[in-house]
Nanobody, 125 residues
Framework: QVQLVESGGGLVQAGDSLRLSCAAS????????MGWFRQTPGKEREFVAL????????NYADSVKGRFTISRDNAKNTVYLQMNSLKPEDTAVYFC??????????????????WGQGTQVTVSS
């Protein structure tokens, strides 16, 4: 029983940065792996990044590796996605998701148990 709320999206120019936040409710947040996904119209949700419950293991999609950084603060029940050097192709609705398997490195959307409503990120040329 986890509720997730994303924030931090907006309209920026190519090369700019944004920091997305995902605030979670529930006493078990710290035991969940957390992921970020994104989706454009007519396409399936795409994996972006994940972090294990300890924060010691992370994984990134090749398309964002070296530009995006995922982190978490379990004391604040919050996960972050720092996005640097943004490109127009990064434009999407970004979702955070929780996986009850805290050590999981799962990159498929269907494996996640809880989802936020999403926040829009738009990057102009």
């Amino acid at each position: 029983q986890v509720q997730l709320v994303e924030s931090g999206g907006g309209l920026v120019q190519a090369g700019d940065s944004l920091r997305l936040s995902c605030a979670a409710s529930g006493r078990t947040f710290s035991s969940y792996a957390m992921g970020w996904f994104r989706q454009t119209p007519g396409k399936e949700r795409e994996f972006v990044a994940l972090i294990s419950w300890t924060g010691r293991s992370v994984n990134y999609a090749d398309s964002v590796k070296g530009r995006f950084t995922i982190s978490r603060d379990n004391a604040k029940n919050t996960v972050y996605l720092q996005m640097n050097s943004l490109k127009p192709e990064d434009t999407a609705v970004y979702f955070c998701a929780a996986n009850r398997r805290g050590s999981s490195l799962e990159v498929l959307a269907h494996a996640y148990d809880y989802w936020g409503q999403g926040t829009q990120v738009t990057v102009s040329s």
